[in-house]
Every structure is written in C-alpha cells, then in structure tokens.
C-alpha cells in the first residue's frame, strides 16, 4: 500500500470500524496513523478491552479514539462505560453523529439512572441522530432530551420502562418512522402519537395486560406483543398487522377498515371471539392469513371456537391467496354445517397455497370433507401442506385419521404434503 496515493489509502481505511482494527492501524506507520482521521463509523465490540493491561481507563481509550477521527457518523459501543465517559464522547461527536448504538446495561441500576444528568440525558447533545438504538434501558424518569429533528430510527431493546417516561422519550422525536420495542417490562397504558411512523413493533413482558392506542396514519408495518386492549384508528396505509399474547388474552381490537392490509397474523392462547370475529370482519381484503388462537372465551374458562361457515368465511375473504391455519380455527371450519350453504358457482378464487395443523383426530369425517373442500373449490391451488403435530389420543382413531390423511395425500401428490 505504500506506492498507492494518499486519497486511496485514506478511502481504503476509511472503511474499517472495529475498534481493534483501528488500534492496530495507528501502529503500523504515520501514514496509515493520519489516515484513520476520516473513518466514518467506529464499533466497540463487548470484548474490546479483554486482557486490558493498560492503567488507562477504558473510557479514556474511547475518547481518545473518538478524538483522532474528524467527522465520525456512527458509533457503536457495547463495552462497559460510565456516565462521565458518554458524556465526554457524546460532547466531542455529538454533532456530527447520524447513527449511535450503546449497550446501557443499567436495567438494575436504579440509583445510577437517578443521578442527573442520568446517561439518557447525556444523548441529548447528539442533536442530529437519524437512528439511535439503545440495548438494556432502565428508564423510570423522563429523560431529558431536546427534540432530536432529524431522527428517524428508534430502537429500545430490553427496558424497564414507565409510561409517563416512554411517552416523554417518543415525544422529543416527532419524525419518527420506524420504532422499535423489545422485551420491554413495566408499562401498562401507552399512547403513540406519530404522524410520520411507518414500521412499529412492540414486544411487553409481563402478564399480557398492558394496552396501547396508536395515532399514526402512515402506519404501514404493526407487530403488537403481550396486549390485552389495541386501538389503531387510522389504518388507511397499514399492509402488514401481527398481534399476539402469549401470555394473558386479548380482550378488545378497534381498528378502521383495513383496505390496504396484505398480511394479518393472530396468535396467543385466548382471544374473545368477538377481537377475532371483528379482526376477521376488518380484513375483508387480506393475502396472507396466519391464525394460531388456541381457545377462545371472554374469561377464566378456555372455550372452542364457535361454528364458522366455509362458505361465508371465503366470500368474504376473496383475495385470499395464502392461508395458514391451526388446531381450533381449522375444527371451526369443520363443524357439521359448515358446508351446508355451498352453491353451484361456488369457488376459492385466489387461493394458492393451505398450511393446516392438525392436533386432533375428534371430528375426523368433518375434517377430511374439508380438506377435499378446499381442494375441489380452490381452484388455483397448488400446495397444501398437512402438519400433524402432538396427535393426543391413543384409541384407534388416530391411526384411522391419519391412514385418511395419507390416502387424501397420495391421491393428490401434486399439490398435498404431509409434515
């Protein structure tokens, strides 16, 4: 690399990012030292200061490096720092930063997050951030943060959060498009008031119980986790919508019509019929259809689906082009009348492609009509895949079932398979 020119030594090295690289470069000649001044993105991983035999404290070595470089626009940190540390790094790039990722690990640190300035509010010198993603977040009291303009990209991994702190946070970034919380802890009501928020998902440990409303009408991408009660009023732009709870049950959607949305998925242990029924009502224009509700039941008790007519449900559902089905909505489809209202004329216009999981062999007759109904009406479709999984019955009829199921699979191989 010595006989090339300096401009392409620079944009060569320019190119590194790991911290240890950047160390070792700075030893290797003068040249080579001068030219890391124009990196651009500079990454600590968690194991940058193994065997750290220096004195020197670890903050220091940041700041030094963080020194060296003219216009740093990204960093990233997932070593051990202090409060006096981020605050030092984030007073001398702050303005230049477009892009910072740090591994807080504060969640049991409740008196470091009560000193003020708290490392939260050391983030507010970087006033031009376009993307800021924070790992282990212990966040109790309002950050103080000036409104970041330009920032576009939040996300909060592992938090223990209050609600009144987590709407002060989305507030001081109104240009948000895409927020992103996972494995949050501790906050029961929230409100999202976003008029430029495109992809959202939302990930609660707890009980299931919390509850959220959503004002965003650019909305495009919603994955909601561990929600009782979901408001999303203005759904105009919304293709791709996944709620789930897995943990305690979902007791009331109320979205607006769902005119755009490709993709819905619905999963958890208990839902009332009447989310799923309304969820289903909404989604009148869906491609993609995933449901794995257990049970239904508006309380304690763990109650079956109620009958849904076969007809019915794909009339209204026409542009259905993918369904993935398990246990308790595929046995409401198989109940004794459901294929009684099947007109001359009648088909599955779009469907292309069945997942269907089968835990039970109660209801075999009704079952198999149904899948032989799907394929006779289904009149594009060209893969259905059977998945037989944790079969619960040691009586005869669980080989009788399945014995069906492979004659059904080897009478239709083109199109039938068995998982």
Known sequence: ??????????????????????????????????????????????NSFDNHGCSESTDNIVLKMISSIDCLEELVVYTPFSRAGLASWIMLAGPNLKHLELRMDNLADYQACLESPSKLDCLSNAKNLESLKLWG??????????????????????AKLKDSALSAAL?????????LLLGCDGVRSVSIDLPYLEQCKLD??????????????????????GCSWIRVRETNCLKDLSISNNAGRVYMVDFGKLLALESLTLRGV???????????????????????VEFT????????FPEVDFVEFFNSHPKLQKFDIHGAMFAALCQKN?????????????LEEVVITVRSPLNAEQKMSTLESLLKYGKNLKRMVIRILQMKSSHSSSDDFFDEICRFRCMNRKIVRIE
């Open 270 to 292: 208990q839902w009332c019929w009447d989310a799923i029924s309304k969820m289903l009502q909404w989604a009148s224009e869906v491609k993609h259809l995933y449901m794995k």
């Open 204 to 225: 609660f440990y707890g009980l299931g119980n919390c509850s959220i409303s959503l004002s965003c009408p650019k909305i495009k991408f919603l994955e909601v986790q």
């Open 137 to 158: 977040v212990l966040m109790v009291n309002h950050p103080k943060w000036d409104v970041f303009q330009n920032l576009q990209t939040l996300e909060i991994v592992g």
């Open 297 to 304: 039941g508006d309380f304690e008790t763990l109650q079956p």
């Open 1 to 46: 690399m010595d006989s090339l020119p300096e401009a392409i030594v620079q944009y060569i090295l320019s190119h590194m990012n790991n911290a240890r690289d950047v160390a070792l470069c700075n030893c290797v000649s003068k040249r080579w030292k001068e030219s890391t001044a124009y990196l651009k993105s500079l990454y600590f991983p968690r």
């Open 338 to 350: 459901s294929l009684k209202n099947v007109e001359l004329g009648f088909v599955i216009p779009c």
């Open 171 to 179: 507030g001081a970034c109104p240009n948000l498009t895409k927020f």
